[in-house]
């Protein structure tokens, strides 16, 4: 038994290496732009980080704590000045997103370094995103209206979005240290109408959810990114078992955990036999389906989160999938030996149903791959 945990521990290091070593080898490149998505293998940018530049300044300081090495604390701070640019000169850009933004990069920074000036602008991060919360719905509003007058985009005033779940670590953290308990208030409130009307009463989740942003009233559940309004949208369903676990990690509700573990149950029910699901459990033909290698590493890294919150079968389950897809993951779907690529996994898929994005290295699968990694490793304090 000894000499199999040695083996799985120098598994984790030769997987902790070569992430290491590309994210290394990215950043001389990258300087202080923001990947997104490969395109033939070469990360394309986001000017002002999009919903996804967090991640890439979260897998640097992931990269520290695995080596201990400054140069990576240079590269996750390089790109700051785009963020606050866009923060502090172009506000009406941001939206839900916050979370991923600044938790990653300002509140990682804070927790590894002590920065005052870090957790200043993180603060300052978690009051944009408290300020997008409808008090006559409790919820926080995800997607800002692009073109007003145009329904879809009108819409969006009175729209929540399952991802919305796994920022809200962001507004717990600030009350924490701030100490002004109303971040929290907002957190719980979000959670509470998730747990109401986006979960449905199976632990599965719909994309989005519809409110009277007037009235608050709940309306109904709509997909952009999954197969239908009633698909079980795989990289969603992720969003929820880690959103919920710690929902739950900062304020003990029971319902939260509860939640969390029918959401992560509903997954492992689902997931294909290699650990890496369809980009949604609903398609009808399954096989022909495209993979989502970006969930499978949100999903390793949300269930060992959740496996400190519960015991036996589930806590069991919960690790040996981790453990499993991390290894799926490397052997099958990984860019090791490759070096003409620049991502870390390959045949990630964002936005489906646009064709938009698909079957190419996502930035937020690499940091999750590296999460669920440094975590197998024991190597890392959580940014969430």
């Not at 000894?2 to 799985?8: A, E, G, S, V």
């Not at 970006?294 to 589930?314: H, M, P, Q, R, T």
């Not at 990984?334 to 964002?350: I, K, M, Q």
Request: with cysteine; proline share 3%; charged share 25%.
């Amino acid at each position: 038994m000894h000499t199999d945990k040695m083996n799985m521990t120098e598994q984790w290091t030769t997987i902790a290496q070569f992430i290491t070593d590309r994210t290394k080898r990215n950043a001389m490149r990258f300087q202080d732009k923001l990947p997104a998505q490969t395109k033939d293998g070469r990360y394309e940018f986001a000017d002002n980080g999009f919903w996804t530049g967090g991640f890439w300044t979260g897998l640097n300081w992931l990269s520290y704590e695995l080596t201990g090495d400054d140069s990576y604390v240079t590269s996750a701070r390089a790109s700051y000045p785009r963020l606050l640019k866009r923060m502090y000169e172009t506000p009406e850009t941001m939206d839900h997103d916050t979370g991923f933004l600044f938790s990653l990069s300002f509140v990682a920074d804070y927790k590894l370094t002590g920065s005052p000036e870090a957790k200043r602008i993180a603060l300052d991060a978690a009051d944009r995103l408290r300020e997008r919360f409808n008090e006559k719905g409790r919820f926080i509003q995800a997607w800002n209206v692009w073109k007003p007058g145009d329904p879809f985009s009108e819409e969006n005033r009175g729209r929540i979005i399952i991802d919305c779940m796994y920022n809200l670590p962001l507004l717990f953290w600030a009350a924490e240290v701030s100490g002004d308990s109303d971040y929290r208030r907002v957190a719980e409130a979000h959670a509470d109408t998730c747990a109401s009307t986006i979960i449905r009463s199976d632990y599965t989740a719909y994309h989005t959810y519809v409110f009277d942003p007037l009235t608050g009233e709940p309306k109904y559940g709509r997909t952009f990114q999954g197969y239908s309004d009633d698909s079980v949208w795989s990289r969603g369903q992720t969003w929820a078992i880690g959103g919920y676990t710690y929902a739950y990690r900062y304020t003990g509700k029971q319902e939260y955990l509860t939640i969390a573990v029918g959401c992560a149950k509903q997954y492992l029910n689902r997931v294909e036999r290699d650990y890496v699901p369809v980009w949604d459990f609903s398609v009808p033909d399954r096989e022909a389906a495209l993979r989502d290698s970006s969930a499978a590493a949100i999903a390793a890294a949300s269930l060992l989160e959740l496996a400190k919150y519960v015991e036996g079968d589930d806590r069991s389950a919960f690790t040996e999938y981790a453990k499993h897809a991390v290894l799926s993951l490397y052997d099958a779907y990984s860019t090791a030996g490759d070096e003409d690529n620049e991502g870390l996994l390959l045949h990630g898929c964002s936005h489906h149903p646009m064709n938009s994005h698909v079957d190419c290295s996502l930035i937020y699968g690499d940091y999750y791959y590296a999460e669920a990694v440094a975590r197998l490793l024991g190597a890392t304090k959580s940014y969430w």
